[in-house]
């Protein structure tokens, strides 16, 4: 595949689903490897005895849910066969997302994935039909991206299903549309749920995507069916009804929406179970990286597409366009982050998609690649929509602010550094330098054991006062905690600094941890986690 191709190819799958499954397989079998070994990567902590603990729970699960879900296994092993892979190496890849959440709650270290995140429905103005646009958040970097593909599947008495996604994940379950006028869209939730009995989330959105045509046959196949953990279906009509749903286990909890033209909802990663407190669950900055993303996006909304004439060209350019902060200074994340790998808008019942193809993040260039004609004679072509308007520094700054995380991930010291000095001097001038300077102090901090060096990384904490969001600040304060009790400089952070109660309780067990343990006790099992601007400190529940 080439970047930016007018001719961007399109895997077809037509016949038998097994068949097709091995054929695809051996379409994938020399570009899989880089994105499945990405995603097992994700389960690492800083101590082996740990990993080798995750490593047996997540072998737990995975022999359950293939004993107890034949399609699964079907599926998989026929697409294992073809990549000439053991189907539980395969099927690892394809749980560890949905896992990563249920674990890191259980076991400390183990940091959480976020795959979501952001979805707007619209309506079309020029085709007079709804439309739905898909941001696609997950730290995979530089793999992801670079595998991205097309899938079009057409088997018997199935509706045909398009679907945005990479190779190595053989399913059409992230970004999808079907024949009958459904748009879907997987957004990741964090709770503890873990059902032996659920169908693997993948799976689950392929036998969606398959068996149902309107909202009511929706609705039925979510009561009808049980998740593993817990997931957001985030999908449109052509009627322009649009469902919500979360299945959670055995529970689900959805909410409707009725599309008018001039009207746009935007929804992310909350939970619909207004009942349950995200703040109870990892990671404890999500509620509130949930709240300043669909703060941005109304913002984004209310300006430019509010009350307009909408159309897929035009949506895709806004909600690819990161709101520029740097007039405003103030610290905020779009629901184009850095880690998204996809963005795309979807119109199943005019059979066209259009997305930003090349390297993550994927801001708004001002081309896009369009899929048109799909249900009938499905093609290909880069079209030009208007001028790109997001600075080259600002995405560049990002990406290797998310390469950070990536090299992080990967346990490639060295590189954090690089790509965090190039992002702090690419950010120049916008707000978001200051969360390139605070990851840059917090690997620092994980590294550094001299004292001249902490009083060092000590003073340039306190300079980024009023520069963060209001979770990070919670974190900056914690660790000039930190820094003023290993320096002996004296203690000027109190419990009553901190607004959250997560951080007042960090604060009480740090207290009662001794100096001459206290660097090796908040980072063995600390998880900077830069793709959610968030920290993990597990060392409490160890």
């Excluded at 699960?61 to 699964?72: D, H, I, M, P």
């Excluded at 030009?384 to 997001?390: C, E, G, H, L, S």
């Excluded at 950010?427 to 917090?442: M, S």
């Amino acid at each position: 595949m080439t970047r930016n191709s007018k001719n961007f190819p399109i895997t077809k799958l037509i016949g038998d689903p097994l068949e097709n499954f091995y054929q695809l397989g051996l379409k994938d079998k020399d570009r899989h490897k880089v994105v499945l070994d990405h995603i097992n990567n994700l389960i690492k902590t800083p101590w082996k005895a740990m990993d080798l603990v995750a490593g047996e729970v997540l072998k737990q699960v995975l022999n359950r849910t293939l004993a107890s879900s034949s399609e699964f296994q079907q599926n998989i092993g026929a697409y294992s066969e073809g990549l000439s892979r053991r189907s539980d190496e395969v099927a690892r890849g394809l749980l560890t997302p949905e896992l990563l959440s249920f674990m890191s709650r259980w076991i400390p270290g183990i940091p959480p994935g976020l795959l979501g995140c952001s979805s707007y429905f619209a309506w079309d103005h020029d085709k007079d039909n709804p439309i739905h646009a898909r941001v696609l958040d997950f730290p995979l970097l530089g793999s992801y991206d670079k595998e991205e593909r097309l899938l079009l599947t057409k088997f018997k008495g199935q509706p045909q299903i398009l679907s945005y996604g990479t190779h190595g994940m053989p399913y059409p379950g992230l970004t999808a549309m079907n024949s009958e006028g459904v748009s879907f869209a997987l957004h990741q939730k964090f709770t503890e749920q873990l059902n032996p009995k659920g169908i693997p989330v993948f799976e689950l959105a392929y036998q969606f995507m398959k068996e149902v045509g309107d909202k009511k046959s929706a609705i039925d196949f979510l009561k009808n069916h049980q998740s593993l953990t817990t997931w957001g279906f985030n999908i449109g009509f052509k009627t322009g009804e649009v469902l919500m749903a979360d299945i959670s286990g055995e529970d689900l909890f959805y909410r409707e929406f009725q599309l008018e033209p001039g009207k746009v909802l935007y929804v992310n990663n909350k939970l619909e179970n207004k009942k349950l407190n995200q703040t109870n669950y990892y990671p404890y900055g999500f509620d509130e990286f949930n709240c300043l993303r669909e703060e941005m996006a109304n913002e984004k909304i209310k300006k430019s597409l509010l009350g307009k004439a909408i159309n897929s060209k035009k949506l895709l350019a806004i909600v690819a366009t990161p709101n520029d902060t740097s007039k405003s200074k103030l610290l905020r994340p779009d629901p184009a982050t850095m880690s998204s790998l996809g963005i795309s808008t979807m119109n199943p019942t005019a059979g066209e998609l259009l997305f930003i193809d090349g390297p993550a993040p994927k801001f708004f260039e001002g081309t896009a690649i369009k899929v048109q004609n799909t249900w009938d004679n499905p093609s290909t072509e880069q079209i030009n929509i208007k001028k790109k308007t997001v600075p080259t520094k600002f995405k560049s700054g990002l990406r290797h602010l998310m390469k950070a995380q990536v090299a992080f991930d990967h346990s490639e010291k060295q590189d954090i550094y690089h790509h965090l000095q190039m992002s702090i001097e690419l950010l120049d001038g916008f707000p978001e330098q200051a969360l390139a300077k605070f990851y840059f102090l917090v690997f620092q901090y994980m590294e550094e054991k001299h004292d001249k060096i902490r009083s060092n990384i000590l003073d340039k904490f306190k300079s980024l006062d009023g520069l963060l969001t209001p979770y990070l600040e919670e974190n900056r304060k914690l660790f000039i905690y930190r820094l003023e009790r290993l320096t002996k400089v004296g203690v000027t952070i109190r419990e009553d600094d901190f607004r959250l109660e997560e951080f007042k309780t960090l604060f009480q067990e740090e207290e009662k941890i001794p100096n001459f343990l206290l660097f090796k006790a908040t980072t063995i099992l600390l998880n900077p986690r830069v793709d959610m601007w968030d920290i993990v400190h597990a060392h409490v529940k160890a």
